[in-house]
T-cell receptor, first 115, second 113 residues
């Protein structure tokens, strides 16, 4: 079965520091890749996605992610953390073909930003 | 504004009772989904529907039922057969599958008393 692994269920950074959230997937074919953010007691909001083309993808709120096929990774980064970035982040991967795809989520990484 | 609405935001239920969670979208999306979220477990797919009057079981469909009579609406019923129904439930929709992202509603937190 296909899977998504987010390394680190909890990441803590200082305000202004680099944010790095890791995501690895298992797939025999190139998938479509997504990062979502969730604030407490709210739904998920799309940060960015990779479908085809440029492997470095820029999203909202200063986040970006790079698709590395050789490493089966799609890590999320932000150069400088802000207090408002504190939230839970989910990596998701869409596998399949034709009209039959499945979106699989990682278990999430809770980001804490310290002043 | 286009989006997905879920109601109610909080729901309390006694054991043995069925309860229905509402999900409505005005994005004109064909596909709709229901997920269950538990702490530390990510999102797990309950049911999904790619078109009106058709739906498929996800990974954890036991104890749940759905209907899709209208494109805009995809209600979820949590039945008394669901052994551990306390969770956060999220509804989503998408234009299609594959590379199309899913848009999420604000969620319903169900607590069984």
């Amino acid at each position: 079965a296909q899977s998504v692994t987010q390394l680190g269920s909890h990441v803590s950074v200082s305000e202004g520091a680099l944010v790095l959230l890791r995501c690895n997937y298992s797939s025999s074919v190139p998938p479509y890749l997504f990062w979502y953010v969730q604030y407490p007691n709210q739904g998920l909001q799309l940060l960015l996605k990779y479908t085809t083309g440029a492997t470095l993808v820029k999203g909202i709120n200063g986040f970006e992610a790079e698709f590395k096929k050789s490493e089966t990774s799609f890590h999320l980064t932000k150069p400088s953390a802000h207090m408002s970035d504190a939230a839970e982040y989910f990596c998701a991967v869409s596998y399949g073909g034709g009209s039959n795809y499945k979106l699989t989520f990682g278990k999430g990484t809770l980001l804490t930003v310290n002043p | 504004d286009g989006g997905i609405t879920q109601s109610p935001k909080y729901l309390f239920r006694k054991e043995g009772q069925n309860v229905t969670l509402s999900c409505e979208q005005n994005l004109n999306h064909d596909a709709m989904y229901w997920y269950r979220q538990d702490p530390g477990q990510g999102l797990r797919l309950i049911y999904y529907s790619q078109i009106v009057n058709d739906f498929q079981k996800g990974d954890i469909a036991e104890g749940y039922s759905v209907s899709r009579e209208k494109k805009e609406s995809f209600p979820l019923t949590v039945t008394s057969a669901q052994k551990n129904p306390t969770a956060f439930y999220l509804c989503a929709s998408s234009r299609g599958q594959g590379k199309n992202e899913q848009f999420f509603g604000p969620g319903t937190r169900l607590t069984v008393l």
